[in-house]
């Protein structure tokens, strides 16, 4: 039937009328998958899909091998990953796009941030005064900021009323706090005001039309390649840092549920992080993982003493190990993840899942 289709209309136009169709198929299906209008992403380099790569003295990058050697290009983009980081499986889940790193989409193509847009900073934290080892990042506040000019943006293209509606759709992902407690113990300054209150107080998104968030409690960092080849013995977690990911975690669910009651506008689904981590962990066969201690791309002590760097030496299986690098999970753990706060149970996503979230 469609080779007589074909030679009534002649080959040409009745293959560039199949492609057109098709693509149209395509676009519907897409369009039928999408569940939010945009997904907007604020932390540190647990997210940061390339800002990093714009910042011109920052040491905190990953656009170099061995990063991205299983990513679908085959090559580093910025992500602090073997391949794909969390903030690429939430956008599939909802049937988006990746959002852009902010610092890489021209002024002229604001377009771009329709969908979304990462201000995520690899090194990052939530106050100005962390980073000061890795020398320049962007803080949570300044990536509120960019944030607003993107809001400013949006109202010029669709009006207030348009953008204000887009938005209240959208999700806001935030994951940051780690790179605190990790300057926490070193910096007196920060123990003065070392407090989620900060957290909170630092965001403005509400008043520029964000609704519904998506928070990620901090891991269990104590264990963490890093952190375990500061042991001189069995090298076993750190307990200390540990216990401050804890104590944060409370202060912040307890502060988030504050935040509900005085704005019953928003929603929000909280991951515990710290929980479903530390049960990777220590169950790694459970998850399909053979290596949880050691770091796949590195070098010295558990792959720990020496970045993933160019010269460093690289796992063949990155799918058996947990960890990629000296501080950041492999993507098969970060797909393990996302999955949970996507539709995991109130054991880990609270008081609701991303899914339910969406429909809320």
């Given at each position: 039937?469609?080779?007589?289709?074909?030679?009534?209309?002649?080959?040409?136009?009745?293959?560039l009328?199949?492609?057109?169709?098709?693509?149209?198929?395509?676009?519907?299906?897409?369009?039928s998958?999408?569940m939010?209008?945009a997904?907007?992403?604020f932390?540190?380099?647990l997210?940061?899909?390339?800002?990093n790569?714009?910042?011109?003295?920052?040491?905190?990058?990953?656009?170099?091998p061995h990063n991205?050697?299983?990513?679908?290009?085959?090559?580093?983009?910025?992500r602090?990953?073997n391949?794909?980081n969390a903030?690429?499986?939430?956008?599939?889940?909802?049937g988006?796009?990746?959002?852009?790193?902010?610092?890489?989409?021209?002024?002229?193509?604001t377009?771009?941030?329709m969908?979304?847009?990462?201000f995520?900073s690899?090194g990052?934290g939530i106050?100005?005064g962390?980073?000061?080892?890795?020398?320049?990042s962007i803080?949570?506040t300044?990536q509120?900021?960019?944030?607003?000019?993107v809001y400013d943006?949006?109202?010029q293209?669709?009006?207030?009323?348009?953008?204000?509606?887009r938005?209240?759709?959208?999700?806001?992902?935030i994951?940051?706090g780690?790179?605190?407690?990790?300057?926490?113990?070193?910096?007196?300054?920060l123990?003065?005001?070392?407090?989620p209150?900060?957290?909170?107080?630092?965001?403005?998104?509400?008043?520029?039309?964000?609704r519904?968030f998506?928070f990620?409690?901090i891991?269990?960092?104590?264990?963490i390649?890093?952190q375990?080849?500061?042991?001189?013995?069995?090298h076993?977690?750190?307990e200390?840092?540990n216990?401050?990911a804890?104590?944060?975690?409370?202060?912040?669910?307890s502060?988030?549920?504050?935040?509900?009651?005085?704005?019953?506008?928003?929603s929000?689904?909280?991951f515990d992080?710290y929980?479903l981590?530390?049960?990777?962990?220590?169950?790694?066969?459970?998850?399909?993982?053979?290596?949880?201690e050691?770091?796949?791309?590195?070098?010295?002590?558990l792959n720990?003493?020496?970045p993933?760097?160019?010269?460093?030496?690289?796992?063949p299986?990155?799918?058996?190990?947990?960890f990629?690098d000296?501080?950041?999970?492999?993507?098969?753990?970060?797909a393990?993840?996302?999955?949970?706060?996507?539709?995991?149970?109130?054991?880990?996503?609270?008081p609701?899942?991303?899914?339910q979230l969406?429909?809320?």
């Open positions: 039937m469609l080779l007589l289709v074909a030679r009534k209309m002649g080959n040409k136009a009745f293959f009328s199949f492609l057109t169709g098709f693509a149209l198929i395509l676009s519907l299906e897409f369009a998958a999408q939010v209008p997904i907007f992403v932390g540190d380099s997210v940061d899909v390339g800002n790569n714009k910042l011109p003295v920052s040491v905190a990058k990953a656009n170099f991205g050697i299983d990513f679908p290009t085959k090559k580093a983009t910025g602090f990953s391949g794909k903030a690429d499986f939430l956008a599939q889940k909802v988006l796009p990746t959002s852009p790193a902010y610092l890489s989409v021209s002024p002229k193509s377009s771009s941030f969908t979304g847009a990462s995520a690899g990052a106050f100005n962390t980073d000061r080892t890795l020398g320049q803080p949570l300044k509120v900021g960019y944030y607003e000019s943006n949006l109202i293209q669709q009006g207030l009323s348009g953008a204000q509606k938005l209240s759709k959208s999700l806001f992902a994951v940051i780690s790179n605190d407690i990790f300057d926490y113990s070193g910096s007196s300054d123990q003065k005001e070392s407090t209150q900060q957290y909170v107080d630092s965001m403005r998104l509400y008043a520029s039309g964000a519904k998506v990620a409690g891991g269990p960092i104590g264990c390649p890093a375990r080849i500061k042991s001189q013995t069995d076993g977690c750190n200390g840092s216990l401050m804890v104590s944060y975690n409370k202060g912040l669910n502060m988030l549920r504050e935040l509900k009651s005085n704005l019953t506008a928003i929000y689904s909280y992080t929980s981590l530390l049960n990777i962990i220590q169950n790694p066969a459970t998850y399909g993982f053979a290596e949880a050691a770091a796949c791309c590195g070098r010295g002590k720990a003493q020496i993933c760097l160019p010269v460093a030496k690289y796992c299986s990155r799918r058996d190990h947990v990629w000296l501080y950041h999970p492999t993507e098969a753990t970060a393990i993840l996302v999955d949970a706060i996507f539709d995991g149970p109130k054991q880990y996503a609270f609701m899942n991303v899914r969406v429909t809320v």
